[in-house]
């Protein structure tokens, strides 16, 4: 004990940084926690769709069409706000709303939430986990007609 007391004495401003930190982490895990679970890995985001959830694809309509998540929706995050009234709908089944990489679909989980929407997650890592992930991406790719000879 008495070591303790004397290294803390000698390194008072290392002492005190680690205190700090300690008391970060501690009320950012406790704020996360309060807010409740918003966003969730690609697994669990499989999982949540088989269990008759619905994707929201946030991207631009020139990414959705490259690679999207089987039966995902398209709302652009820029139109989101007009066409919120479209997701009313799906009010009481879960809903995981994508992005690129995970920062606009957080965004828009608030957002919901605060509409009266109770199971909706952001895709952790966005388009981005889940195709390192290796999970399934339909493209819209238009098909070149054959030609006739």
């Known amino acids: 004990m008495d ?22 982490v501690v009320f ?26 619905i994707v929201i694809d946030l991207r631009n309509i020139e990414s959705y069409a490259r690679g999207h998540i089987v039966n995902a929706q398209n709302i652009p995050f820029d139109e989101f706000d007009a066409k919120i009234d479209k997701l009313a709908k799906f009010r009481n089944r879960s809903i995981v709303a994508v992005c690129d990489a995970g920062a606009s679909s957080s965004k828009v989980v608030d957002a919901l939430r605060k509409s009266g929407f109770a199971s909706v997650y952001g895709l952790k890592g966005g388009m981005n986990a889940w195709t390192e992930a290796g999970l399934p991406v339909v493209s819209a790719k238009k098909t070149k007609s054959k030609r006739k000879r």
Do not use: C, W, Y
């Open 3 to 24: 070591n303790i007391l004397e290294f803390t004495g000698n390194h008072t401003l290392l002492v005190l940084f680690l205190m700090i930190s300690f008391f970060v």
């Open 28 to 53: 950012t895990e406790l704020r996360r926690k309060a807010s409740g679970l918003v966003s969730v890995d690609p697994v669990a985001a499989v999982q949540l769709i088989n269990n008759d959830g």
